[in-house]
């Protein structure tokens, strides 16, 4: 039996708030931390999240009607996801996951773009010179580590910008997540961490995931600041995300933020069936936390926000979704041999030959 040494004293957790300005109900519960945003961008936020609701209900019923293929759901996560974008500048640099495509659409991919890549098409993947930001990372983690390169290139070459990258809860098991933010930290390169926390892991509940009692503390081991924030709250995110940046650009290094946020809808479009691990409890729960409902009501109650500017807003945004639709359907198919020849530059006999033969097929 050993003698001393209590292991149970060394369990450590650090106890810092989570973050909040506005309450379920609109109210604002935090004054000192109100971000410091005109009234105009206070509705330019609000019409961004909106316009990401619009676009996720859109986009689920264009799957189902086979006219887009992969989607991940972002109901739910709006403040997270437009909150934390809002507080990024054009040159910063994004590396998001699959289920970040309103934050890459905002940081200016066009939507038609968007949803090439949904359907598949190597198009989907050709973005703008000007664009700063890479295609959607699928492989779990793996954009953390992306981003400790890009950031490190980004302090190397003078720039007062910052690389900003999301991940799920489930993510924070990835070995890519601690790799990327133990070199960032080294490295005091600029950069913003996201745990988006959902809670589950496809069907993994967050508490199986980790013994962790908060993925923030994950950032402690890597000797960064980790910051806990409600992820329903946009004005909360939008207020650490925006401290985060300028605690970055200023040379600090990087931050890690988790963001307690929800999914309403499943996993992805793919098959997932929530009902077999969430309880309808549970879900009431979070609706009730619903981000668009709080901001709306505050916005409301200022006398900035009204039922007429919604639905003109919905109408603007629907129409902008049509015309990307339209834009992708009347675009020619991608060819098989288009993107083989994608593949390498030097081109292999037999990949070659296997151009030739696709070549062939599409001519007739
Ligand atoms: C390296 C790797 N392992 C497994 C998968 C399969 N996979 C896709 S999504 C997912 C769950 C991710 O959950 P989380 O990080 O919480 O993100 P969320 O989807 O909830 O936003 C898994 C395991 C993958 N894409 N990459
Ligand atoms: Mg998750």
Known sequence: MSKGIDLNKYFDTPKHDVVQVLDEKGKVVNKDLMPDLSDDQLVELFKEMLWSRILNDRSTKLNRQGRL??????????????????AMEK??????AYRDVPQLVQH??????????SRGHIDGNKYPETLKALPPQIIIGAQYVQTAG??????????????????GDGGTSQGDFYEGMNFAGAFKAPAVFYSQNNGYAISVPRHVQTAAPTLAQKAVAVGIPGVQVDGMDALAVYAVSKAARDFA????????IETLTYRF?????????????????EEEEWHAKDPLTRMRLFLT????????????????????????????????????SEYLKDTFIDTPAVIQEQIDKFVAKEEN
């Not at 039922?307 to 991608?334: C, F, G, R």
């Open 69 to 86: 293929g992969f989607f991940a759901p972002t109901a739910g996560e709006e403040a997270s996801q437009i909150g934390s974008h809002f």
């Open 265 to 281: 809808g499943p996993h992805t479009l793919s098959g997932d069936d929530p009902k077999r691990y969430r309880t309808a409890e």
């Open 91 to 96: 040159e910063d640099f994004l590396l998001p």
């Open 150 to 167: 890009v950031a490190l290139g980004l302090k190397k070459n003078g720039a007062k910008n910052v690389a900003f990258t999301y991940t």
């Open 301 to 336: 109650d200022k006398g900035l926000w009204s039922e007429e500017q919604e639905s003109a807003w919905e109408e603007e945004v629907n129409a902008q979704i049509d015309a990307a639709m339209q834009e992708v359907e009347s675009a020619p198919k991608q060819k098989v």
């Open 249 to 256: 650009v200023a040379g600090n290094g990087p931050v890690f």
């Open 108 to 117: 200016g991919l066009p939507l038609a773009k968007a949803f090439q890549w």
